[in-house]
């Protein structure tokens, strides 16, 4: 199988679909020329051309609505926000106008809208250019949002974005793309909503995010060496969320551990903990443990950056919690 | 209140380690995380690290074995109160464990409730508490043992090995069965039984012969159905003609020797077990005891026996191989002496003649009345029946 890093693997799933699809185009600042700040959308341009590698202007409330407009009249945009912190200035166009047209014209239209953006910390951005927002999306009904963790599933999971007739928000990680991974000859599409058992195990079941996913099958590794067997599970889909496949792994192992590098607070785990505390209550043999970052923002030294954003020993230490030790 | 230490569980399925040595001694000053105690597991051997800090107020097993979640020590301010639960017995396997210094002056004894109790809230898992709810088990009888002395389903499954106390197991309503009259006299007669002291004889007999006995007998009279009870009976006939000492009723006062041998047959019938008798066996054809057996064991299952059939009987034959038993014990039947459990024929392998042959093979148990018949009249009667069995020309 061939090796594709997590940034290949991004662009590879965007250049297959442009192929097969005239529908589908993409846009954002810098995307052209300079292929993207992240350097993931080079050389789109020269197969593709202006048209459908568009560069917009710094607005990410006029790259959304334009993606908007354009998915409605019946197009596939693909748009970029450059950090996952910008996405904040969208947020109007995503949560009143993306999220609720189909809905409000009674499904006369559709907004087949995929927005990929990316963000994390753990390179000294600072405050503004490392934050981890994807619970904010989570909350609105009519979106879809996903934060695969290795080339095989991004490339998989954002064919199947590009495809869903609803907005679709796909969380990259700059410290992910990188990341080397095996995947498939040929692009296989990945249905969203679907989890998938990183690693089996039988003591502590370990749900992660993003980053988090390496992080803790590192925690997992060393778990192993103590006698503690370690289940990591990645939903790879945040909404929908899989919740068969976690409540049927916390079953097996009576023990949780939900961990992701947004803060902790109201982040995503305390979701994950909350469905699991009500489907799966009579199984569990310890409280449900959550990893996240510390309700602060991110400082740009490093030191204190790494103090604030969870690692594989804090994953760790939570996963010795639910065993007693 | 000063913080309790606890022996903690260094790893999954630890339930108790060894305190081999403290690294702090009482009085002294620890800073949470640091090393407290040494503890031997049946792996390795681990320091154990403060998790609070402190003084460390008072060392409660300075040396031995003691169970996960059982406190060690106490970690507090100066000066400041402890609540002792009642010290547990040092382990058996460490008799040489010193017992506990006795406590400072200034400590406050008292007996305080298991640790998973808090406020009479017990504190449990709820996988814990499910595994309790489902095998009946009461949670305020445990220990607890997981992270701040919670009962977790380790502790529940332990307790269920544990001969504790369980839910009944939900049945339907109990039928009651008046007792019939027979069942009234086959428990009395039983009763009775029990009481007389009796020996038990077993051995085996090769059944080659008599089995070609029943085949030879049933081809050359089809009308008559001869089975191997009826050349037991036969059999067992002329071996109490031979052995008369055996053909006898014990009663209170003298032994009665019968001059027929008259065998009874126990029969399940639907109203009880029935042990109808055919007489003078001895002076019957093999056909003529099947016609008989067949005759009165059919009236058993019908119900329609008379009280004659029943009496007069000097030795009882219950055979319970059809059902594949091996082998068994029968209960007397009084006043008889002695009555024989037939097992099953087994092809067995048998030694003859120095090699190893299959034959089948009947084990015969013949319980006997002692206060009638000795052992070596007993063992004398039931050698000839084997003999008989495995050769029944011998009979004649």
Partial sequence: MPELSYREAVRDALAAAMRADDDVFIMGEDIAEMGGSMGVTQGLLDEFG???????????????????????????????????????????????????????????????LTIRTQGGAGWSPGAQHAQQLEAWLVHVPGLKVVFPSTPEDVRGILWSAIYDDNPVIVFEHRLLYPVKGEVPEELVPIPIGKARTVRAGTDVTVIATGPLVHRSLDAAKRAEEEGISVEVIDPRSLQPLDEDALVASVKKTNRVVVAHEAVERMGFGAEVAAVLQYKAFDWLDAPIERVGAKFAPLAFAPVMEQFVVPGPDDVLAAIRRTVGR | MADEVKLPRLGQGMEAGTITRWLKSEGETVEKGEPLFEVDTDKVTQEVEAEVGGTLLKIALAEGEAPVGQTVAWIGEPGEEIKEEAAPPPAAANPETPEPSSPPANLVREVTPPPSTNGGRIKASPLA?????ERGIDLAALRGTGPEGRIIAEDVEKAQAAPAPRAPVPVGEVESIPLTSIRKTI???????????????????????????????????????????????K?????????????????????????????????????????PVVRGVERLSLA?????????????RDNKLATQDL???????????????????????????????????????????????????????????????????????????KQFLEDPALAL
């Fill in chain 2, 288 to 300: 003529e005891v099947a016609t008989a057996r067949d005759e009165v064991v059919g009236r058993a």
């Fill in chain 2, 311 to 385: 009496e007069d009987g000097t030795f009882t034959i219950s055979n319970l191989g059809m059902f594949g038993v091996e082998q068994f014990v029968a209960v007397l039947n009084p006043p008889q002496a002695a009555i024989l459990a037939v097992g099953a024929t087994v092809d067995t392998p048998v030694v003859r003649g120095g090699a190893v042959v299959v034959k089948p093979m009947m084990t015969l148990t013949l319980t006997v009345d002692h206060r009638a018949v000795d052992g070596a009249e007993g063992a004398d009667f039931l050698r000839t029946v």
């Fill in chain 1, 50 to 112: 202006p048209e459908r590698v568009r560069n917009t202007p710094i607005s990410e409330m006029a790259i959304v609505g334009a993606g908007i407009g354009a998915a409605m009249a019946g197009m596939r945009p693909v748009v970029e926000i450059m950090y996952e912190d910008f996405l904040t200035l969208s947020l109007e166009q995503i949560v009143n106008q993306a999220a609720k047209h189909r809905y409000m014209s009674g499904g006369q239209l559709k907004v087949p």
């Fill in chain 2, 129 to 133: 508490r499910r595994i309790a709810r």
């Fill in chain 2, 235 to 275: 059999i067992c006939a002329q071996a109490l003609m031979r052995h008369r000492d055996v053909n006898v009723q014990y009663t209170e006062d003298a032994l009665l020797r019968f001059p027929t041998a008259n065998v009874g047959i126990a029969v399940a019938a639907p109203q009880g077990l029935v042990v």
């Fill in chain 2, 187 to 233: 428990a009395r007669r039983l009763t009775a039984a029990w009481q007389a002291p009796v020996f038990q004889l077993t051995l085996s007999a090769d059944m080659t012969r008599a089995n070609e006995l029943v085949a030879r007998s049933r081809e050359l009279n089809p009308d008559v159905r001869v089975t191997v009870t009826d050349v037991l009976a």
